[in-house]
């Protein structure tokens, strides 16, 4: 029995989980873990591993799995929206960046065949490790990650022709109008099918494979219907991967779409492993080290590049600075279908020995390397702004309208472009609660602007910023960003204006709560701590616990997981009665015809006939607090008692118009005294 294969992945697990074991201590990403057990277990080191072509079938799987899953965080819906990203930015990125890099190649002496493929090999950029970071991150969604993911849909759209190109250059007596012709009506019939099985086929059929009830048939179907149609497209010469996008974009509108992301998660990142680790297995270590000055060059080379066209590009298309830098970084390395298409070529003598292997080299480094240019990118763009650069090149060919804000005061300033942020400023809008949102994200703040909303665009890290949104008047300031170190950057800057106003702060993890106290939030809310309570408060409620003993239980929870931090808790703070599971706080009405109406308290002896006490009155919309003996009831009016419910019950009859309530027993059944107390 041949075991070669299940030797190759225990090999590549044993030392994936040794190299990310240590990666994790200083905080590298485990891609870069999965690259550097690819480089140690290859051919060009130890040789560990032995069915290489094996391992490339995984690491397809791997892909096939990333870009279905992408494809169900994204919609038709989404991907009709950035058509013009799509098409316009990516034909300009691709083509401004094949043209450079085909200059480049042939002033350094390759001939026109070589240079033309080695520029379009270069204009290409990794889908798989881009959209993972992006999806790690939870930008895919965002204003700059919607531009990244339209041009890398671009380049995965340009791969059958690049492979007819690639075979021209193999062989000019292929017929190129034909094939034309022919790839032509393969993308309609694609497109086509897609429309279709995202409108009626698929939705159809999930719903009846759900009716079964049986989540392994549903899981297998979901299986088959990514594999099918990435076979399907592959057969049509699209590549695999771009299938699987598809296949994923034909299920994200489906209300199974979430179900189906849940389960694929922890099998794509599996998969996912496997072609990281395959790159990493292509790098010649000897090639490096014996021509490193030219790698080296060529890497700075094919980054700065990239970087500077992709930015531009991004810039063409409207973006800020900071997004033209966050665009340009992202797609600065090569991409993974580069190796399929620099194969064909080293295979048909278009690529010599030398530039094949500088190719892989260069590839596989600024792959290794893009997860640190992700890190670098927020930290660069600021650093940049600080310069004097020209107004239009920090707000963009289209910067946003501004919008004249009003002299508020006591208002509210809602910080943030993520769901929370959003939905609160919704509710402040539909309660009439006057506020201003501080947007960093330009469609976003487009959409709110043209809804009527007041809206400030900018980073609120900056003072300007907050200075427009009036922050100095302001008496509550609402911090919902997810990211520690912006979110306490804010607060600092908010102190720094108004040192009294009260500040709100969202926080998506425990162990950040005292760091953010200690910069000076009024109060954090840990998202993820609320959401788990909530669930415990729902369970107790669902097993009939008493209401007393569920507020004790969940003040106890929040206790133990914030410790001193509780006390700041303005809205779920404990309460004394709590403590006393025999006495309530209950409002009774006092009824059209009750004998206490136009009585004071001190003549219908409130509390010596029942016990309780009185804490307040609310009187249509006037609350009288703390009643005097002389205080008069009125008909309508809504009194508020304390007391164990007998004696609220004795006073409710009171109240209610009866004319001879029962007096409070003991609990031998004696009449309690007149002047017995709670």
Request: net charge neutral; hydrophobic share 50%; with cysteine.
């Given at each position: 029995?041949?075991l070669?294969?299940l030797?190759?992945?225990v090999?590549?697990?044993a030392?994936?989980?040794?190299?990310?074991?240590v990666?994790?201590r200083?905080?590298?990403?485990?891609v870069v873990?999965?690259l550097?057990?690819?480089?140690?277990?290859?051919?060009?080191?130890?040789?560990l591993?032995?069915?290489?072509?094996?391992?490339?079938?995984?690491?397809?799987i791997g892909?096939?799995?990333?870009?279905?899953?992408?494809?169900?965080?994204?919609?038709?819906?989404?991907?009709?929206k950035?058509r013009?990203?799509?098409?316009?930015?990516?034909?300009?990125?691709?083509?401004?960046?094949?043209?450079v890099f085909?200059l480049?190649?042939h002033?350094?002496g390759?001939?026109?065949?070589?240079?033309?493929?080695?520029g379009f090999?270069a204009?290409?950029?990794?889908s798989?490790?881009v959209?993972?970071?992006?999806?790690g991150?939870s930008?895919l969604?965002?204003?700059y990650?919607?531009?990244v993911?339209?041009?890398?849909?671009?380049?995965?759209l340009?791969?059958?022709?690049?492979l007819?190109?690639?075979?021209?250059l193999?062989?000019?007596?292929?017929?190129?109008?034909?094939?034309?012709?022919?790839?032509?009506?393969k993308?309609?019939a694609?497109?086509?099918?897609?429309y279709?099985?995202n409108r009626?086929?698929l939705p159809?059929?999930?719903?009846?494979?759900?009716?079964?009830?049986?989540q392994e048939?549903?899981?297998?179907?979901?299986?088959l219907?990514?594999?099918?149609?990435?076979?399907?497209?592959?057969?049509?010469?699209m590549s695999?991967a771009?299938?699987?996008?598809?296949?994923?974009?034909?299920?994200?509108?489906?209300?199974?779409?979430y179900?189906?992301?849940?389960?694929f998660q922890?099998?794509k990142?599996?998969?996912?492993?496997?072609f990281?680790?395959?790159?990493?297995m292509?790098?010649?270590l000897?090639?490096?080290?014996?021509?490193?000055?030219?790698?080296?060059l060529?890497?700075i080379?094919?980054i700065?590049?990239?970087?500077i066209?992709?930015?531009?590009t991004?810039?063409i298309?409207?973006?800020?600075?900071?997004?033209?830098i966050?665009?340009?970084?992202?797609l600065?390395?090569v991409g993974?279908?580069?190796?399929?298409?620099?194969r064909?070529?080293?295979?048909?003598?278009?690529?010599?020995?030398?530039?094949y292997h500088?190719f892989?080299?260069?590839?596989?480094?600024?792959?290794?390397?893009?997860?640190?240019?992700?890190?670098?990118s927020?930290?660069?763009?600021?650093?940049?702004?600080?310069?004097p650069?020209?107004?239009?090149?920090?707000?963009?060919?289209?910067p946003l309208?501004?919008?004249e804000m009003?002299d508020?005061k006591?208002h509210?300033v809602i910080?943030?472009?993520d769901a929370?942020?959003?939905?609160?400023?919704?509710?402040?809008?539909y309660?009439?609660l006057?506020?201003?949102?501080?947007v960093?994200d330009?469609?976003?703040a487009?959409?709110?602007?043209?809804?009527?909303?007041?809206?400030?665009?900018?980073?609120?890290?900056?003072?300007?910023?907050?200075?427009?949104?009036?922050?100095?008047?302001?008496?509550?300031v609402?911090?919902?960003?997810?990211n520690l170190i912006?979110?306490?950057?804010?607060i600092?800057?908010?102190?720094?204006?108004?040192?009294n106003?009260?500040?709100l702060?969202?926080?998506?993890?425990?162990?950040?709560v005292e760091?953010?106290?200690?910069v000076g939030?009024?109060q954090?809310?840990?998202?993820?701590?609320?959401?788990?309570i909530?669930?415990?408060?729902?369970i107790?409620?669902k097993?009939?616990?008493?209401?007393?003993?569920?507020?004790?239980?969940?003040?106890?929870?929040?206790?133990?997981?914030?410790?001193?931090?509780?006390?700041k808790?303005?809205?779920?703070?404990?309460?004394?009665?709590?403590?006393?599971?025999?006495i309530?706080?209950?409002?009774?009405?006092?009824?059209?015809?009750?004998i206490?109406?136009g009585?004071?308290?001190?003549?219908?002896?409130l509390r010596?006939?029942?016990?309780?006490t009185?804490?307040?009155?609310?009187?249509g919309?006037?609350?009288?607090?703390h009643?005097?003996?002389?205080?008069?009831?009125q008909?309508?009016?809504?009194a508020?008692f304390?007391?164990?419910?007998e004696?609220?019950n004795?006073?409710?009859?009171?109240l209610?118009?009866?004319?001879q309530?029962?007096?409070?027993?003991t609990?031998d059944?004696?009449p309690?005294?007149e002047?017995y107390q709670?």
């Open positions: 029995m041949e070669a294969i030797k190759d992945v090999i590549i697990f030392l994936s989980t040794l190299v990310n074991l990666f994790t200083f905080r590298i990403p485990t873990g999965y550097i057990t690819g480089i140690i277990a290859g051919p060009h080191l130890l040789s591993v032995k069915a290489g072509h094996d391992i490339e079938l995984l690491a397809e892909v096939i799995l990333l870009l279905f899953t992408i494809g169900l965080e994204f919609s038709l819906k989404h991907l009709l950035i013009r990203i799509v098409f316009f930015g990516g034909f300009v990125q691709v083509s401004v960046t094949a043209g085909i480049l190649s002033l350094y390759m001939n026109w065949q070589g240079a033309l493929l080695m090999l204009a290409l950029s990794s798989a490790i959209l993972k970071l992006l999806q991150r930008e969604t965002s204003n990650g919607r531009t993911l339209g041009i890398l849909i671009f380049q995965d340009l791969l059958a022709p690049l007819l190109f690639t075979d021209l193999a062989d000019p007596s292929v017929n190129v109008s034909y094939e034309l012709i022919i790839l032509t009506l993308v309609i694609i497109i086509g099918f897609v279709a099985g009626w086929l159809r059929l999930l719903h009846l494979i759900a009716l079964t009830k049986n048939l549903f899981m297998m179907s979901i299986f219907i990514c594999f099918a149609i990435a076979m399907l497209t592959f057969k049509l010469g695999l771009f299938g699987a996008f598809l296949a994923g974009l034909m299920i994200s509108e489906s209300e199974y779409s179900n189906v992301f849940g389960n922890p099998v990142d599996v998969f996912a492993s496997f990281f680790v395959s790159i990493g292509l790098l010649d000897s090639f490096v080290v014996e021509n490193y000055q030219l790698v080296l060529s890497v080379l094919v700065v590049i990239k970087t066209i992709a930015g531009g991004g810039f298309l409207g973006h800020t600075f900071q997004g033209t966050l665009i340009g970084l992202a600065s390395q993974e279908f580069s190796f399929v298409l620099a064909i070529g080293f295979d048909n003598s278009i690529l010599p020995d030398f530039y500088l892989l080299a260069v590839a596989v480094i600024t792959i290794a390397i893009t997860p640190f240019l992700f890190y670098l927020s930290p660069l763009s600021k650093a940049l702004l600080k310069l650069l020209p107004e239009f090149l920090i707000n963009g060919l289209f309208k501004e919008i009003p508020f006591n509210l910080i943030g472009k929370s942020a959003i939905k609160l400023s919704e509710m402040a809008q309660n009439k006057r506020h201003i949102s501080i960093f330009p469609s976003t487009r959409e709110k602007m043209n809804n009527g909303d007041l809206v400030v665009y900018g980073d609120a890290v900056n003072e300007p910023i907050l200075r427009k949104a009036h922050v100095d008047t302001a008496d509550i609402v911090i919902s960003v997810g912006p979110c306490m950057a804010i600092e800057k908010v102190r720094q204006i108004k040192k106003t009260y500040i702060v969202r926080s998506t993890l425990i162990k950040n760091q953010l106290y200690r939030a009024d954090v809310l840990p998202e993820k701590l609320e959401i788990a909530d669930l415990l408060n729902r107790l409620v097993r009939l616990i008493p209401q007393k003993e569920v507020n004790r239980i969940l003040t106890h929870m929040r206790s133990k997981s914030l410790g001193v931090f509780t006390e808790d303005l809205v779920n703070k404990p309460s004394i009665l709590d403590e006393f599971s025999n309530n706080i209950t409002a009774v009405t006092v009824e059209p015809g009750s206490v109406d009585k004071s308290l001190i003549e219908i002896d010596k006939k029942t016990g309780v009185l804490l307040a009155i609310r009187r919309s006037e609350v009288v607090e009643p005097v003996p002389e205080t008069v009831f008909e309508n009016d809504i508020y304390l007391g164990d419910p004696q609220i004795f006073a409710s009859e009171l209610l118009g009866k004319d309530p029962t007096r409070p027993k609990d059944g004696r309690k005294p002047n709670a």
